[in-house]
């Protein structure tokens, strides 16, 4: 079953375009994860420092395949660096979730 991963992240003011760089670095790297489907970016209106990235998975194994792997775990490490405060990562099935026996 797809997902959706929602990721909050506040850059420090004078380090948002670093953060666009990287976030545009790690996307790149993430269309070529078995799994990927979808990403896109929004900027706040209230508050242009803090964006959250939509992702689509066509399944969590895809996600976490690639939360796990070296080169995002490398590029997310640059990124915590420019940021005010931790990421906040939320996970969302699309539509109906499956029952346990599926997911097993």
């Known amino acids: 079953m797809a997902i959706k991963v929602l990721t909050v992240r506040k850059f420090k003011k ?4 670093d953060g666009h760089k990287l976030l545009r670095e790690l996307r790149a790297a993430g ?5 990927f489907v979808s990403g896109q970016t929004l900027i706040s209106v209230e508050e242009p420092h803090k964006l959250l990235v939509i992702s689509t998975w066509t399944d969590i194994k895809g996600w976490e395949a690639w939360q796990a792997s070296n080169k995002r775990k490398e590029i997310a490490l640059r990124i915590t660096e420019l940021l005010e405060a931790s990421e906040n990562v939320e ?11 599926d997911l097993a």
């Open 91 to 101: 996970i969302f099935y699309v539509g109906q979730r499956e029952s346990e026996a």
């Open 31 to 35: 269309t070529l994860r078995s799994g």
């Open 14 to 17: 004078d380090r948002i375009e």
